[in-house]
């Protein structure tokens, strides 16, 4: 007879508690203002593509306007897919997002909770929907967005916001300061504190993470839900 722990290891090394399975991953941070990757129809089983905006922040009804990161597009990254604090231990946010073994159609608009595991946020959870993805992404890469954290590979931030040419900051990890974020649009300046508030300044911590129902304060915002879920 096995006793639980045997059981327990059993499971863990068969791969049969994928239930409650947790998996290891890395973070990074950035804010380019383009449209997202999952903004595009066909990419995923979703009600509707995330939510893209004007130039002026506006959601756009039209899932196919050209992405603002490309000559002569007219599709943003929405102000409101910035992180926001819950509670001291929980925030919500939105994430390019690269894991193993899938593609964008498994995780487009999913949502999965990490559990920080290192730095300043160490055992801090944070809920983010994959928005968009990036062809300089690891395997189990999360790229969350926050104003201020760098544009990466491409700028829509110059052109919507008059940020400097390689966006706010360094091209990669933006800015370092609390203080920074007071010349950033007004709408943009909250998820800016964010990383230096409830994120502590966090500089890419490790997380471990598994897919969770959407927050329906997340699906609000992004206006994406996977066929199948039904937020809360
Ligand atoms: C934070 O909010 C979550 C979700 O509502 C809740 O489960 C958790 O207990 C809260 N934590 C604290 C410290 O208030």
């Keep these: 007879m096995l006793s639980i722990k045997q059981l327990a ?13 947790q998996s290891t991953g890395k973070t990074t941070r950035y804010w380019d203002c383009c449209k997202g990757s999952c903004g595009w129809s066909g990419k995923a089983s979703v009600n509707q593509p995330i939510n893209s905006c004007d130039k002026s922040d506006n959601p756009l009804a039209n899932m196919a306007a050209k ?17 926001w604090a819950v509670n001291d231990s929980l925030a919500y946010g939105f994430a390019a ?8 159609s498994s995780w487009c608009c999913a949502c999965y909770e990490l559990t920080f595991t290192s730095g300043p946020v160490n055992g801090k959870k ?3 929907q994959a928005t968009n993805t990036g062809g300089d992404l690891g395997q189990n890469h ?19 916001w008059g940020a400097p040419p390689n966006g706010w900051g360094a091209q990669y990890g933006g800015i370092s300061s609390k203080s920074q974020c007071d010349a950033f649009p007004e709408k943009l300046k909250a998820g800016c504190n964010w990383r230096f508030d409830w994120f502590g300044g966090a500089d890419n911590p490790d997380v471990t993470f598994k897919q969770v129902t959407c927050p329906k304060a997340i699906t609000d915002k992004s206006g994406c839900i996977r066929n199948g879920e039904n937020p809360t």
């Design 9 to 21: 290891l059993l499971a863990l090394a068969t791969g049969l508690a994928s239930v409650d399975a």
């Design 67 to 83: 992405n603002g990161c490309e000559s002569g597009g007219t599709a943003y990254m929405c102000t409101n897919q910035s992180p």
């Design 97 to 104: 997002v690269k894991l193993a073994g899938g593609t964008e």
């Design 126 to 128: 944070m809920i983010v």
């Design 142 to 160: 999360f790229d969350l967005a926050m104003p201020g954290g760098g544009v990466g590979l491409y700028n829509a931030c110059t052109n919507q």
